[in-house]
């Protein structure tokens, strides 16, 4: 976990958002599992850009990641103006 950390803070001006994601299973969170993943909000220049960054995250490298899934996001300011 230490290395997973100290990359994220060394990537912190790309990363909109990160943390860990609660499991919406409840029988699994009630059985120990209350996470299922991490959701990491990144810049990058493109889509294959962000993929080849997120597979150098120590965590992707040593294999712990089933699956890792980039997708183009778009932010809505929806606090200052109407959608």
């Not at 994220?8 to 969170?29: K, Q």
């Not at 960054?53 to 200052?80: K, M, R």
Request: proline share 8%.
């Amino acid at each position: 976990r230490p290395a997973h950390l100290k990359w994220l803070r060394e990537h912190a001006d790309r990363i909109v958002a990160v943390g860990p994601l609660g499991n919406p299973d409840p029988l699994a969170a009630a059985e120990g599992q209350p996470m299922c993943g991490s959701l990491v909000i990144a810049c990058g220049e493109s889509l294959e850009e962000v993929r080849a960054w997120a597979a150098s995250d120590p965590y992707a490298e040593a294999g712990l990641f089933q699956d890792v899934v980039c997708a183009p996001f778009t932010s809505l300011d929806v606090i200052t103006r109407a959608l």
